[in-house]
């Protein structure tokens, strides 16, 4: 769903729900196992940030959900089309949540990984998160079992060393 935008660089919005149509179109092609509509819905529902990273010419290229707890944050959701990976588009996005994160004075910015996503895990780690734990079973799998997830977190405010965030 074209958004008329005439401008040279990507902007960034707020999921509406005009944007949602692309947002699925996109979720369905980026996980086996992808967010309905619904969910989207009630992340814009309940209030969560979102941000959508719409192109010049109006396209959707990805977005993120992330929800405020007491002195953290929480990940719910990144995603980068298909088309556009690999351009610095998802650390662009989580350099933006990071940011804002810091700026509340929250501590901790968290999220959940499987495993097998390497892709994502790399992408992680280059923005300074550490994987410090696992939740066992909490994903789905395409086998029809459920596949662990990595706990990750990273701190956000320089008091917290990067030895604090790493415990064990
Ligand atoms: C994981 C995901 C969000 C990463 O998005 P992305 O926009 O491709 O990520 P980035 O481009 O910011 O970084 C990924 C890589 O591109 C590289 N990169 C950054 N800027 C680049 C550029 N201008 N040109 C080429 N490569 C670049 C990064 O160094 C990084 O390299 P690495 O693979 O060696 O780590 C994306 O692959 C995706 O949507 N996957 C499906 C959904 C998913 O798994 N989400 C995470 C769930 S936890």
């Known amino acids: 769903m074209p958004v008329d935008m005439p401008m040279s660089m990507?902007?960034?919005?707020?999921?509406?729900?005009?944007?949602?149509?692309?947002?699925?179109?996109?979720?369905?092609?980026a996980y086996p196992f992808p967010w309905s509509r619904a969910n989207f819905v009630d992340s814009i529902a309940a209030g969560h940030?979102?941000?959508?990273?719409?192109?010049p010419d109006g396209e959707l290229l990805?977005?993120?959900?992330?929800?405020?707890?007491?002195e953290e944050w929480h990940l719910l959701n990144?995603?980068?089309?298909?088309?556009?990976?690999?351009?610095?588009l998802a650390t662009q996005l989580l350099h933006r949540l990071i940011d804002?994160?810091?700026?509340?004075?929250?501590?901790?910015l968290w999220l959940e990984v499987r495993p097998s996503n390497v892709r994502a895990r790399r992408l992680y780690a280059h923005l300074g998160f550490a994987e410090i734990g696992v939740r066992r079973g909490y994903y789905p799998d395409a086998a029809g079992r459920r596949e662990d997830a990595l706990v990750l977190r990273l701190p956000l405010q320089p008091a917290v060393t990067a030895e604090d965030a790493a415990w064990t």
Do not use: K
Not at 10 to 29: F, H, K, N, S, Y
Not at 64 to 70: D, E, L, R, T, Y
Not at 78 to 88: F, M, N
């Open 78 to 88: 990144v995603t980068i089309s298909p088309d556009h990976q690999g351009r610095g």
């Open 10 to 29: 990507p902007t960034l919005l707020p999921m509406a729900v005009q944007l949602l149509d692309a947002v699925v179109g996109i979720e369905v092609r």
């Open 62 to 70: 990805g977005y993120q959900v992330a929800m405020a707890g007491f």
């Open 49 to 55: 940030l979102t941000h959508c990273l719409v192109a």
């Open 100 to 108: 804002h994160a810091r700026s509340t004075g929250a501590e901790w």
